[in-house]
């Protein structure tokens, strides 16, 4: 093998979309974009972290025939570069002295060459890495061709110089010249520019520069955009792939008399805010129809502005041709309603069909006639009539094997405004994390842009009079959601400091609402925390979503009473807390 130091240095960026424990799928990936990087010419390929296995794999990665099939496929791929060709940085779970480690694996010339293990395990938010994972030892850079290269994974460069385990210093100290960053980063709004400031903050720290490859595709609940880049040692940027997109593009760098520098390679601007959140809700939803085998989706079309945004983000992820919409009327529905339900499934090429919800709804009611004997009519009557829509709709999806697409948005879900059994079944949620606002703003958006991977028509999708009609569940007469809930401009920022700042009760009051509002704005979203529970997975967008973000117990009589926090008094603490042995130089 040659060791001889390289002047020049061809590295592939592999950006692509992983199957959770499609471990032979993924290994076909691997191979794929070899060869594509090989036709570039390529010395090295690098993949996103975990890649072999998917990320993130949970507990199945404790599993012993998952861990020995993640093995057995990195030494298969490791003998196939006997035969030349660019190496490989292949992230994968590895079991080394009883541990198992979240690892990469450099395959080079028929071998497994050098293995590092992640050494910071993030355990928050949607990660909990450090209960499958072992914390691996501080590491040093990996000799390939005579240049020495860093390999953090991930979590690992964001600490801060100084840090305990400071992954980035220590390969710097121990000789790195250029980092190769592989991550499974999930999105959220605004984190493409929260990435690029800790890229920035350690290659300045380092004088290094580097290359982040991330995962782009959907997991469960999780979106990862890619969004991959370089930066040189002088912080300046080298190249950025597109977000959401799978792409191997390889780049290319030079030893100079100041270390190494990435040439300027492909730009691809960042897609930002209403934009990002629509294409990673597209993204999210055809990785979770397709990645789990459905032939595709039903929707029940209301004629209102959620069912509207949903089927077009539908449409935008699988095509006309695999989403099935249904219009399900009962006496309080409009005529407007069922107008504007089939003007939007005609805008979108989508076939659609009416199935009466009357004999269902009289049926459920002459059944509990005899057991609401002597009742006042009230919510219960209306919400049979969600109940018997979400029979309907899982009735097809048992029968043609589509999955319900379920249309509930985040303002609804906080505050309980949604039906247990009824509108809220289904096996996925495209705009789950979005608040009601934000359906607005982005159903305007897309009469106006999509996104380049999507599938639907280009054009006006969803009709005006969707958009600025109120929004009503069409339950009783003349209802309209602000009967129930305060006016969505003021409930959602509301509901943002709560759920996404956890504000008290008493600045959001002081920022300007009301206090009997935001107390029962708060009550609200407590009480309904079990509803959420039973609730379909759904894309993740925002920096607090329900389920793997915010875990709340359902049990819970705490409540926030809008006074002003108490002072802590300090005065009576007559101890010091213990000093960790572990920071004890």
Known sequence: MNTRPA????????????????????????????????????????????????????????????????????????????????????GTPWVEAGKLYNAVALLEGGRITALRFKVNLPNYGVFDEARVFAPGPLPGPVNFRGVRLGIPVCEDIWTESGDYEDVVECLAETGAEILLVPNGSPYDRAKDEV??????????????????????????????????????????????????????????????????????????????DDHADYAACVLGLRDYVNKNGFPG??????????????????????????????????????????????????????????????????????????????????????????????????????????????????SEMSVGYATLYGD??????????????????????????????ALGPDGV????????????????????????????SVLDPILEALVEREEPVSRIIAAGFARDTVLRVERLLHIAEYKRRQAAPGVKVTRKNFGR???YPITNRFRDTGEPLPKADASLITGQPAKSEAFDF
Do not use: H
């Open 549 to 551: 973000d915010r875990r």
């Open 195 to 272: 990435r690029l400031n800790i890229a920035v903050a350690r290659v300045t720290e380092q004088n290094l520069p580097l290359l982040y490859v991330n995962q782009v595709g959907g997991q469960d609940e999780l979106i990862f955009d890619g969004a991959s880049f370089a930066l040189n040692a002088d912080r300046s940027l080298a190249f950025q792939l597109a977000a959401f997109e799978e792409s191997v593009v390889t780049t290319q760098w030079l030893r100079g008399d100041d270390g190494w520098v990435c040439e300027k390679g492909p730009f691809v601007a960042a897609l930002e």
């Open 424 to 453: 809220m079944n289904g096996g996925f949620n495209p705009i789950k994390d979005l608040y009601k606002t934000q359906v607005f703003r982005l159903s305007r958006l897309r009469n106006q842009w999509k996104p380049s991977f």
């Open 7 to 90: 002047d020049r240095l061809a590295i592939a960026c592999a950006q692509l979309n992983p199957i959770v424990g499609d471990i032979a799928g993924n290994g076909a990936k691997v191979r794929r974009a070899r060869d594509e990087a090989a036709g570039q010419g390529a010395d090295v390929v690098v993949f996103p972290e975990l890649f072999i296995s998917g990320y993130p794999p949970e507990d199945l990665v404790l599993k012993p025939a998952f861990q020995a099939a993640c093995r057995a496929e990195i030494e298969k791929l490791a003998r196939e570069t006997a035969a030349g060709g660019p190496a490989l940085v292949v």
């Open 297 to 410: 989706v039903v929707i029940g079309l209301s004629g209102g502005i959620d069912s509207a945004l949903v089927a077009a983000m539908a449409v935008d992820a699988l095509g006309a041709e695999r989403v099935r919409c249904v219009m399900l009327p009962y006496k309080y529905t409009a005529q407007e309603s069922l107008d504007d339900a089939a003007a939007c499934a005609k805008a979108l090429r989508v076939p659609s069909e009416i199935l009466p919800i009357g004999p269902a709804v009289e049926g459920l009611e002459k059944a509990l006639a005899t057991a609401f004997a002597e009742t006042q009519r009230d919510v219960t009557e209306e919400n049979l009539q969600s109940r018997a829509r979400g029979t309907i709709l899982m009735a097809i999806s048992n029968k043609f094997n589509l999955m319900v697409v379920t249309t509930g948005n985040k």
């Open 461 to 488: 999708v969803i009709p005006d009079a969707i958009i600025v009609r109120p929004p009503t569940a069409e339950l009783r007469e003349n209802q309209k959601d602000e009967d129930s809930l305060p006016p969505y």
